[in-house]
């Protein structure tokens, strides 16, 4: 199993500014994956992170709008940029353990709560 | 991608069985049928996942139609903490991905 941390849990911010969202996993990981929760909504993929090298993004999301990093095994940050009211949402990262089928279980974060003003 | 179908919400009381439906009509011969929950204010957690066979371990059983056409994930004496939605997923052989449709949310009554 996996045990995976988010940092900031939560946050306010204003619009037209960016936030970065850490994830820290307390074991190695081949795939770590971003999710955004829309208010009332289920989740949707933005994106895989890959160990370096540029994230492969989900139709409808962009790097330049999501960017995102995995600079080792265990650890993934995504920015959300330029921020807007309809960016509000829980964002969650998520992690399939090393080793194993390709139907391994993934583990995800509790989330980050971000409310934009 | 195939699709899975739910209903919106059940109910449940304390201790007794819940059945939650799940149909996945255009299942091909190599997806696996995954359930996942996701309980308040947390992220999803994984449940259970089969094949072909019914599956159990210790959270739920999962029982899978002969034709695969649908399953249906039994959690034998719900508790309060079970209350959650909980999300049928089909994932191809080789596909890492996760999608997920609206679930069922099930609420439990003391």
């Known amino acids: 199993s996996a045990v995976i941390s988010q940092k900031p849990s939560r946050d306010i911010c204003q619009r037209g500014t960016s936030l970065t969202i850490q994830c820290q996993v307390d074991?190695?990981?081949?795939?770590m994956f971003w999710y955004r929760q829309q208010p009332g909504q289920s989740l949707t993929l933005i994106a895989t992170?890959?160990?370096?090298?540029?994230?492969?993004?989900e139709s409808g999301f962009v790097i330049d709008k999501f960017p995102i990093s995995r600079p080792n095994l265990t650890f993934s940050t995504l920015t959300v940029s330029n921020m807007s009211p309809e960016d509000s949402s829980i964002y969650l990262c998520?992690?399939?353990?090393?080793?194993?089928?390709?139907?391994?279980?993934?583990?995800f974060g509790p989330g980050t709560r971000l409310l934009v003003l | 991608d195939a699709k899975t179908t739910q209903p919106n919400s059940m109910e449940s009381n304390e201790e007794e069985p819940v059945h939650l439906p799940c149909n996945h009509s255009?299942?091909?011969?190599?997806?696996?049928i995954h359930w996942y929950r996701q309980l308040p204010s947390q992220g999803p957690e994984y449940v259970i996942h089969?094949?072909?066979s019914n599956v159990n371990n210790r959270m739920a059983s999962l029982a899978i139609a002969e034709d695969r056409k649908s399953s249906t994930l039994i959690l034998h004496r719900a508790t309060l903490r079970d209350a959650a939605v909980y999300y049928c997923?089909?994932?191809?052989?080789?596909?890492?991905?996760?999608?997920f449709g609206a679930g069922t949310t099930v609420t439990v009554r003391a």
């Open positions: 998520s992690g399939r353990a090393s080793g194993g089928s390709v139907q391994e279980t993934q583990y």
């Open positions: 074991s190695q990981v081949t795939m």
């Open positions: 992170a890959n160990q370096g090298s540029e994230a492969t993004y």
């Open positions: 255009t299942i091909s011969g190599t997806d696996y």
């Open positions: 089969g094949l072909t």
């Open positions: 997923i089909l994932r191809a052989l080789n596909d890492y991905k996760l999608s």
